[in-house]
């Protein structure tokens, strides 16, 4: 009898150790794949930066890594061309020639 509880509680520990592993590898692939991903979102609101403070002069653009499209009168779309896509609007002031960011989200697919 002693025997067979010996035995049940050692089966109960080995499949608590399996248990305990697969968790560990599962939480180890989540930070992984959350700092990939903020990793692509970085770069893809960097794009998106650097074409937001260069759409006054868009021939000073060596690489374009932004979709620009106008929407309306003196506003802009700047939409990143990599995966996350992020989009703005930006209004831009004929005068001063100041950009003013109004809004921006995140576009999915």
């Keep these: 009898m ?3 509880w010996v035995i ?3 089966l109960l520990c080995s499949s608590l150790i399996v248990y305990l592993e697969r968790l560990t590898v599962l ?3 989540e930070v992984k794949t959350i700092e990939y991903a903020q990793e692509k979102f970085i770069a893809a609101e960097k794009s998106v930066l650097q074409c937001e403070e260069s759409i006054t002069n868009l021939s000073l653009l060596i690489e374009n890594h932004c979709f620009i499209q106008p929407a309306g009168k003196n506003r802009w779309l700047i939409s990143s061309k990599e995966k996350p896509s992020i989009q703005i609007h930006v209004l831009v002031d004929e005068k001063s020639g100041t950009v003013t960011r109004l809004n921006w989200r995140q576009a999915f697919e």
């Design 2 to 4: 002693i025997l067979a």
């Design 8 to 10: 049940s509680l050692l």
């Design 27 to 29: 939480r180890v692939m």
